[in-house]
């Protein structure tokens, strides 16, 4: 029986910067993946090597924006480990049917610019709403980059220009009120605030949606942050693909002495007295844990499905209920549609010219659109009659991904995991099906067709994945790529329940981390770091909260003094 101070369940991006984290403190680590390699959702394959050979796709992530929020990549040395960010501008263009697109730049200013070849006024009010999300996300980040129920460690995240950017939403009392409002209104209500023109609105209704709700979903206003967070930090892609992040945590944990091990599927979570003491593989082998076990899978999948009810119950009687019938996911999923291309997508209509493509490309032709893309998912509908889609060409920003001279193609679809009336049908019961999802695909590059009709044409290969398929990949409940909805009752300190929030378990020695913890899903690393803070806290708690404030103290003081 192999014995280490750390088990992980998982090797995805969050299980890895965990690790590291621990690793760099001087705790053995062992990383369990189920999959033939890890990165869970963060890894870059050849994924048709015989009808499109040379061609590099993101099977799941593919632009990184959170990840440069946070301290991960500079703290644990990535570039040193062959992480290169290759940073996008343009970073958004979206053709409208009336020949209008909106191209958004890295400069707000430019974006402006662009905006007031259509619309003076919505071009100075674009200026006003980027200005008001930023300055939320800069006091978000204070808090994304913590434990949610430390208010120490968030304190002691506020520099100087987060702290201004607090204060700055907190005038009189009346206007702290309206900041409040706001967030409890919806992506919709805000963006109409602002502007008038639907070249505008529905992109920007596109990229709110991105966390997996209608734009119209009220409370969930913070939505608008995806497209600040394009001009600030800004969207970058790792060269050669998500997978080059994986394969730079992979070669520091290795070089830290950690060990990763894959096609180990964990099936049991093994307990003793009340503690998680290590786990069971699919083949009968344990890995025994002296110090804890530490889960990337979500809580759900923990704790109804690794782990004996008993032992789940001694320690909470109402967790599995709650877990359970707490936790409502909603039926929106992801169809994935990757291609290989002999060229890249031309938008004739819309004044084409590569550097558009450099970012996201949203089909986004109207708000209703965008609105339905999510509430027919929801009821089980497929949205085929107008597809709406978020699609990239990453071999115009990398060219490297392709062979030379052609591209690859990148479509995020959104639809239902369990399709309406179709119970006990297709794969998993969902009702998807080869034919279903191939005539799903047919529709939606039908749609670009319309835009860049080149598309069908310069079609090499295509590889398409259904939800319930994505599911089965990854082990994502019901093929949600968050692990849990991204709405406000279920962030922060709601993530995924209260109990839960702060990464520790009522099973002593039993921690959690990924997209179902605090701040929730995206290429962050935040999960992982905030999770092994919480490790290592518990496992000297004096000695570390001492340090905590020491260094929480120290950090503040130099922020608001300009000490160096």
């Not at 990184?64 to 301290?71: A, C, N, Q, S, Y």
């Not at 319309?450 to 310069?458: F, G, L, S, T």
Request: hydrophobic share 40%.
């Amino acid at each position: 029986m192999q014995e280490y101070d750390v088990v992980m369940i998982g090797a995805g991006h969050n299980a890895l910067v965990c690790a590291a984290y621990l690793l760099k403190a001087g705790y053995s680590v062992l990383l369990l993946e189920k999959q033939p390699f890890p990165g869970g959702g963060s890894t870059t394959e050849e994924l048709m090597p015989e009808a499109a050979p040379g061609f590099k796709f993101n099977p799941c992530a593919i632009d990184h924006i959170f990840v440069h929020l946070g301290p991960v990549v500079q703290e644990l040395e990535l570039s040193k480990y062959g992480l290169e960010y290759l940073f996008c501008d343009p970073v958004v263009f979206c053709p409208h049917p009336d020949g209008k697109y909106f191209l958004a730049h890295g400069s707000v200013e430019k974006t402006c610019a662009e905006i007031a070849r259509y619309s003076v006024r919505d071009a100075k009010k674009y200026a006003e709403f980027i200005d008001f999300w930023q300055r939320v996300i800069g006091a978000l980040t204070a808090v994304f980059n913590a434990p949610p129920n430390s208010l120490l460690d968030i304190a002691g995240n506020f520099d100087r220009a987060k702290l201004n950017d607090l204060l700055s939403l907190l005038g009189s009392p009346t206007e702290i009120v309206d900041v409040i409002r706001t967030m409890f209104t919806s992506p919709l209500d805000n963006i109409n605030e602002y502007f008038d023109e639907e070249f505008l609105k529905a992109p920007l209704a596109r990229l709110a949606a991105e966390l997996s709700t209608p734009p119209s979903q009220k409370n969930m206003a913070v939505g608008s942050i995806m497209m600040a967070l394009r001009h600030n930090p800004g969207m970058a892609r790792p060269k050669g693909g998500t997978g080059a992040l994986t394969q730079a945590l992979v070669n520091l944990v290795h070089d830290l002495g950690g060990t990763i091990l894959t096609e180990q599927e964990v099936q049991r979570v093994l307990v003793d007295d009340q503690r998680a003491v290590g786990v069971r593989v699919a083949n009968g082998q344990e890995y025994r844990a002296k110090r804890g076990v530490i889960s990337s899978i979500d809580a759900k999948r923990v704790f109804l499905q690794l782990m004996e009810s008993a032992e789940v119950d001694a320690a909470n009687d109402r967790l599995r209920e709650r877990l359970d019938r707490r936790i409502v996911n909603h039926n929106e999923a992801i169809l994935k549609i990757d291609c290989a291309l002999s060229e890249a997508p031309r938008f004739e209509h819309h004044h084409h010219r590569d550097d558009y493509l450099m970012g996201s490309v949203l089909i986004a032709d109207s708000v209703e659109q965008v609105e339905l893309a999510h509430t027919d998912p929801e009821m089980g509908r497929i949205p085929l009659d107008d597809p709406s889609m978020y699609m990239v060409v990453p071999t115009m920003r990398d060219p490297s991904m392709a062979p030379n001279g052609q591209h690859t193609l990148w479509i995020e679809y959104f639809a239902p995991y369990q399709i309406a009336g179709a119970n006990g049908t297709g794969l998993k019961g969902t009702g998807w099906t080869e034919e279903l999802k191939d005539k799903v695909a047919d529709r939606v590059l039908s749609k670009l067709a319309e835009y860049a009709p080149n598309v069908k044409d310069a079609i090499i290969a295509r590889h398409i994945e259904s939800p319930p398929e994505l599911e089965s990949r990854l082990g994502m409940l019901k093929g949600n790529y968050y692990h849990l909805d991204m709405t406000f009752d279920q962030m922060m300190f709601f993530r995924p329940l209260p109990e839960l929030a702060n990464y520790k378990t009522p099973i002593a020695g039993l921690y959690l981390t990924g997209a179902g913890t605090h701040p929730g899903g995206s290429i962050s690393g935040m999960p992982g770091r905030n999770c092994a803070h919480v490790f290592l806290q518990n496992q000297h708690p004096v000695v570390q909260s001492l340090k905590n404030v020491s260094d929480s103290l120290a950090s503040t003081t130099k922020s608001l003094f300009g000490l160096s």
